[in-house]
């Protein structure tokens, strides 16, 4: 039998929700365990293994210098390093404070700003992990569909680029034969420049696409920022819109007026 993956999923700034969504493989963990060794997973084991890693998974965005040095650490005990949701591949929702300073962020939520790590003498601007270290697998999604997790998984195994992909949510709506909310309803819908794999759910029960997966690979956001107008979103909103999830990416970041 070949000798199985040994893997870590680690987490930096972010809520989590991209590791539940690793433990929503309760039907295929018996598989996936055929072929992975899960050295390192603080939320899913008591017992947890140094490296080195073939293959790791860090969930969450960089913000503080201690997270800044456990990342570099973990890039030189890893083979292939994972930026594994959202927050990792694009900033996500914590890069928004990135358009406010650290003191009146903080203040919004704790009582004593003091208490917390990335006080204002050691704060530093919400990044995703590309900033600081080379990623070799961008996994987006906010979280993730546990379909790409195996794809990640399955792919590693054999020693190929996973199939993650970069073509936009109006694709998948197109499979599962949604009306476009965008055309036809005249609301802001972010699926034209958001890249597919979460099978165009919001759509699907009649919700706009938010952007939780990050630009597509071609992503005309200017065209799409300039409709949201035409159909009667105010410049704010817009601003907002591509600031939410992707905005300090290159290819959001005029819309999000981060200039």
């Avoid at 860090?58 to 800044?68: A, H, I, K």
């Avoid at 083979?79 to 003191?103: E, Q, R």
Wanted: net charge neutral; hydrophobic share 35%; with cysteine.
């Amino acid at each position: 039998m070949t000798e199985r993956l040994k893997i870590a999923v680690v987490k930096m700034t972010g809520c989590a929700g991209c590791q539940m969504e690793f433990l929503r493989l309760e039907e295929e963990m018996p598989f996936v365990l055929e072929i992975v060794d899960i050295r390192y997973f603080v939320m899913a084991k008591r017992e947890n293994l140094e490296g080195p890693y073939d293959l790791t998974f860090v969930e969450g965005s960089v913000s503080t210098p201690r997270e800044l040095e456990e990342l570099k650490e973990l890039r030189s005990r890893s083979k292939t390093l994972v930026a594994f949701g959202d927050c990792a591949c694009h900033g996500c929702v914590p890069s928004i404070l990135n358009w406010m300073p650290p003191d009146v962020a903080a203040n919004m939520v704790y009582p004593n700003f003091e208490a917390i790590h990335s006080k204002k003498e050691s704060y530093r601007k919400i990044c995703p992990l590309d900033e600081f270290v080379t990623v070799d697998i961008y996994q987006r999604g906010c979280p993730p569909h546990k379909n790409t997790i195996l794809e990640v998984l399955r792919s590693a195994t054999l020693g190929i680029a996973p199939f993650l992909r970069r073509h936009p949510v109006c694709v998948e709506c197109k499979l599962r034969e949604n009306v476009c909310i965008l055309t036809f309803e005249k609301r802001p819908c972010m699926g034209p420049v958001t890249a597919a794999g979460c099978g165009a759910i919001c759509p699907t029960v009649n919700r706009e696409c938010e952007g939780c997966y990050g630009p597509m690979s071609d992503a005309n956001a200017q065209s799409l920022a300039q409709k949201f107008s035409e159909i009667g979103l105010p410049k704010d909103h817009v601003t907002r819109k591509f600031r939410k999830y992707a905005g300090i990416t290159s290819a959001f970041a005029k819309e999000a007026d981060n200039r």
